[in-house]
C-alpha cells in the first residue's frame, strides 16, 4: 500500500467523525474510561484501529475530541449581546435542557479517570478546558472593554470555578441536574454581583 | 446469645470506631466504592460483618461516616470571629492543605458512586452535605443578623454551591489540588462580593 493510498484510506469525512464520537460517548456511557478499549470502538464503528490511531492518535485524545464534539457551537462567533449578563446567559443556552443533564453525567463519570490518567487530563486541558476558558476570557475581555467591569476585579480570574461550580454541585446539593433556568439565576445571582457587572 | 450480651459485644468504642473509619478509607482509595465489600472490611478490620451491619446498617452509611469522620472539626463550636469574612475563612482553615488534597481525591472517587447508588447518595446527604449547609447557613445567619448582608440577597442560597466550585475546579483548571491560600483568595474575590459584605 503506498503512502498516498493509506492516507485516502484514512480520510474521515465530518459525518463518519460524528457517528464514530456518537459511538465513543456510547461505550463511555456503558463501560467507563477505564474499560474502554480501541478494539471496542473499532469493532462498534466497524473501523480499523489503524484508523482511529492515526487520526487520533489514542484513546485520550479520541475521547476528548468527542467530547468537545458533543458540546453545542464550540464558539462564540454568533454571541455578543452587548451586555455580560446577555452575553453568559446565550452561552448557557447553547446547552438545552436534556444536553446538560446528560454532559452532567458524561463529566461526573470522566472526572475520575482525568485524574488518574494523565493523558486523559492533557487532552481534557487541550480540548475542552482551554476553549472554553478562551470563549469565556473574550466575554470578560469585551464587558471589560465596555466599562462594564474593572480590568482588576480578582473576581475575573475564577469565573469558570463559580460556573463549574453552578453546574457541579447542583446535583449534589440539590438532587437535581442542572438546569437553563438555574444556571441564569445563579449568574445574576453570583457570577455578575462578584464582577461588580450590571444584573439588569 | 441473649438481646444484652449481643448488645455488649456490638458496642463499638470511638477509638474502634475511628480505626474501622481509617480502614473503610484506605479501602475506598484502594478498589472504590462499587468493589469495596463488606466483607472486605470484615476481614481488614479483624471484626464480624454482623458487628458492622448492626453498628452501620450498611455499606452505603458506612462510607458516609466514615468521609464525614475523616473531615476535621465537624461543628462550628469554636468559630465566631464576629465577621463573615473571619468566619469564612477560619472554616477553610479548619483543613490543612494536605487533607484538602486527600479530601479532593476521596470526593472525585466518590462522585461517581454516589450518582448510581441511591443509598449511597442518600447517607452522603445526611451525613455530610446537610451538616455543610447547615453550619454555612449558620454562619450567614450571623451576618444577616449583624447586618453584614442582606436576608434577601439571591447569592445566600448558592454559598455552598460556589464554595464546592472552587474546590472542584480548582485541579480541573488549575491542575493543582485546592490550598488554603487559594480558597481564602476565592472567598474574598467571589464569595464575599456575590453576597455584598464586606471584604476587609
Given amino acids: 500500500m503506498t503512502e498516498t493510498a493509506a492516507a485516502r484510506r484514512s480520510r474521515i469525512t465530518p459525518e463518519r467523525a460524528a457517528e464514530l464520537y456518537g459511538a465513543v ?3 463511555l456511557r456503558e463501560v467507563g474510561y477505564d474499560a474502554l478499549t480501541m478494539d471496542a470502538v473499532a469493532a462498534r464503528t466497524k473501523s480499523s484501529k489503524a ?4 487520526q487520533w492518535g489514542g484513546k485520550a485524545e479520541l ?12 464558539s ?9 449578563k446577555g452575553d453568559l446567559h446565550a452561552l448557557t443556552r447553547r446547552s438545552d435542557d436534556c444536553q ?12 475520575m479517570a482525568v485524574h488518574s490518567n494523565p493523558d486523559l487530563l492533557r487532552a481534557f486541558r487541550e480540548h475542552l478546558v482551554e476553549p472554553e476558558l478562551a470563549d469565556l476570557r473574550r466575554v470578560i475581555q469585551r464587558a471589560v472593554d465596555r466599562g462594564e467591569i474593572r480590568p482588576d476585579n480578582p473576581a475575573i480570574e475564577f469565573v469558570m470555578h463559580m460556573m463549574i461550580g453552578g453546574f457541579a454541585a447542583r446535583t449534589m446539593i440539590d438532587e ?10 445563579y449568574i445574576d445571582a453570583v457570577v455578575l454581583p462578584a464582577l461588580g457587572a450590571p444584573t439588569s
Fill in 25 to 27: 460517548l456510547d461505550l
Fill in 51 to 54: 484508523t482511529l490511531y492515526r
Fill in 63 to 74: 475521547v476528548a475530541k468527542a467530547v468537545r464534539h458533543s458540546k453545542p457551537g464550540g
Fill in 76 to 84: 462564540l462567533d454568533g454571541i455578543d449581546t452587548g451586555s455580560l
Fill in 100 to 111: 446538560m443533564e446528560r454532559d452532567s453525567a458524561l463529566m461526573r463519570g470522566l472526572a
Fill in 176 to 185: 437535581q441536574p442542572p438546569t437553563q433556568a438555574f444556571l441564569i439565576s
